[in-house]
RNA sequence: GGUCCUGUGGAGCAGUUGGAGUGCUCGCCGCCCUGUCAAGGCGGAGGUCGCGGGUUCAAGUCCCGUCAGGACCGCCA
């Protein structure tokens, strides 16, 4: 190594000693007559001071400069100590200053204090990355991936990779395809998730694997997506859903135990998919305030307003909500509009009075107006939004208003951590088309109940399916998976896929699983919002070495490029398609 | 595919009902300065106001289109 020691583990203890140290200059304050750097590595900063002997050169330093300095490590004089600073009781006396490379002006700062647009940050990722905030980030990532490499290895767990040239599979998300040059018209898909070769790895009689897999889906962004990501991918044989549930919850608690110094309750509350979807509107509901949702279908059974004739109508309060302007009542509409409702019927109950008044009171009988604050939990003083119509999707709308109105009425505790299993989840869902889709995917086991009957009411058949969730992010989420081909055919037929269709899509699993299947089943992390959470950032990019903006595109290798004539000739991109 | 927000020196932002010269902070360059620590002082450079078109006597400002970024809906088993 160039240098004896790392700036930021410099202490009073190390006062006399003489240290070579390398570094960026992250500040520097030029008295002419003194110098002070701030040199940075990646332990920290430590204060250089440069005096008559050896400033001439240090005047030319500039910040990002990297520098190899040697010098007395001094205790600072009386009434100088900067308690700031980890280092702030010491400083470096410098005596001898070699530039090792110097530092073009910045296109954007450097500093702990600046705020700087996405836009820069990305581009320059790797001068983003030299701020401690960014680092530290990146940092946590590892440590998160060390404790749960740990604990599964503890565990027994096998860390295998598996492939990322593979075959399309035809459910899901859009994948990425890769052209074959060697055979033309034919194509790789880059996994969106390594669901069947782990499931392949239990046939295999690896009993417990994992891996911290990438996985590649063609769908356009979000704050908490990225095209390419990561899963912490686990799969274990001769398991029950309690067992998997257990080694999430294992894996949680340590996890946040040592990166937020936060210990959870366990076991972590466990709700019904059809709960979370009647309390709260969502899937995934954050449980950090309450405002849950009442159905109020029979309460309007008989009402005259036709908007609450329907298969399902309910409300959700917002505490303080009546004192709202016309302009925030009508924003409301906009935001509803925007989620593809009609609107958001409200009615507000009058601080003083008590009195329900808007336009949707003057539809309501005195009946039901009469018994409505009751009947929603709203007290005088509070608004109350309605959803009527198809049950699934009011229950969103009402549930996505939840998330607003605590975000407005400042309900959300940002301190807190709030887990839960949503079990129990449905197997299938209606197609556009009138058919059946797996909610989660193919392979997922009918519960015990459902599995003898589920063609019988394929809305209502339940799934050995959970989803872990945090603070209202899906964490994680997985399965019990089948493993009867009997079950399975039952499924596909279900689906509408042919048997003819099943072994052409996925001939390769369903022949594995006629040599002995092990029942088993598992679960897979979204480690970029695990990580994401961890850090207490707001985008997933915060915890992600070099992210991509919208559009899948990367600012600082400007990827996706064009490719050239040459290029295009040998990829195979031209072949002949397949036949429909 | 759709909705909304944002594009102004290198960075972050301001710019009023359209009205004479686009301003501020930081950074950058030069000089001064021996105890600062987001150093300070003096001076200086740096702008197709994203791009194209339109309205107007006059556009950073209004209108249309377009590009880029962000958030969201659709989508994401």
Not at 183 to 191: D, Q
Request: proline share 6%; hydrophobic share 40%.
């Amino acid at each position: 190594m160039i240098r004896t020691h790392e700036a930021g583990t410099l202490r009073a203890a190390h006062v006399g000693e003489q240290v070579t140290l390398a570094g960026w200059v992250a500040r520097r304050r030029d008295h002419g007559g003194v110098i002070f750097i701030d040199l940075r590595d990646a332990s920290g900063f430590v204060q250089a001071v440069f005096r008559d002997s050896s400033s001439e050169d240090a005047h030319k330093l500039r910040n990002e400069y990297c520098v190899k300095v040697t010098g007395t490590v001094e205790r600072r004089p009386a009434g100088n100590d900067n308690p700031e600073l980890a280092t702030g009781e010491i400083e470096l006396n410098v005596s001898e200053l070699v530039i090792l490379s110097e530092a073009a002006p910045l296109p954007m700062p450097i500093d702990e204090h600046v705020e700087v647009g996405d836009e820069a940050r990305l581009k320059y990722r790797y001068l983003d990355l030299r701020r401690s905030g960014p680092a530290a980030a990146l940092r946590m990532r590892s440590d998160a991936s060390k404790i749960a490499r740990n604990l599964l290895d503890d565990r027994n767990f096998v860390e295998i990779e598996t492939p990322t040239l593979t075959r399309s599979t035809p459910e899901g998300a859009r994948d990425f395809l890769v052209p074959v040059r060697v055979k033309p018209g034919t194509w790789y898909a880059l996994p969106q998730s390594p669901q069947l070769f782990k499931q392949l790895l239990m046939v295999a009689g690896m009993e417990r694997y994992y891996q911290i897999a990438r996985c590649y889906r063609d769908e356009d962004s979000r704050a908490d997506r990225q095209p390419e990501f990561t899963q912490l991918d686990i799969e274990m044989s001769f398991v029950t859903q309690e067992d998997v549930i257990e080694l999430g919850e294992s894996i949680v608690e340590a996890l946040w135990r040592d990166l937020a110094g936060h210990q959870i309750q366990r076991p972590l509350p466990q709700i019904t998919w059809h709960e979370a979807m009647d309390r709260y509107g969502s899937d995934k509901p954050d449980l950090r305030y309450g405002l849950e949702l009442t159905e109020l279908t029979s309460y309007f059974a008989g009402t005259e307003f036709r908007v609450f004739q329907a298969e399902y109508t309910g409300a959700v309060v917002m505490p303080g909500g009546a004192t709202q302007t016309r302009k925030e009542l009508d924003g409301w509409q906009d935001w509803a509009k925007q989620r593809g409702a009609k609107g958001l019927a409200y009615v507000l109950f009058d601080a003083e009075t008590g009195e329900a008044r808007g336009p949707v009171a003057k539809n309501l009988s005195e009946a039901h107006l009469a018994g409505l604050a009751d009947a929603a939990g709203a007290k005088p003083g509070d608004a109350v939004f309605f959803a009527a119509g198809d049950r699934r999707h009011s229950q969103e709308l009402l549930g996505a208003a939840r998330i607003e109105i605590a975000k407005r009425a400042k309900l959300v505790d940002e301190d807190a951590w709030a887990f839960c299993w949503v079990v129990d989840a449905p197997m299938f869902e209606r197609t556009d088309e009138g058919g059946w889709t797996a909610v989660h995917h193919p392979f997922t086991s009918p519960n015990e109940e459902w599995e003898p009957k589920f063609e019988e009411a394929p809305d209502r058949a339940l799934a050995y399916a959970y989803d872990i969730v945090c603070n209202g992010n899906e964490i994680g989420g997985g399965s019990v998976r089948i493993h009867s081909g009997d079950v399975q055919r039952r499924v596909f037929d279900l689906l509408g896929i042919s048997e003819e269709e099943a072994s052409d899509k996925f001939g390769f699993l369903l022949e594995a699983f006629a040599f002995g299947p092990p029942p088993h089943g598992g679960i897979a992390f979204g480690w970029d919002r695990v990580c994401m959470l961890l850090a207490g950032a707001d985008s997933i990019r915060e915890v992600i070495a070099f992210p991509k903006s919208g559009g899948g595109y990367d600012p600082l290798t400007s990827a996706p490029t064009p490719i050239t004539a040459q290029q295009r000739a040998e990829a195979g991109v031209d072949g002949p398609p397949k036949k429909a």
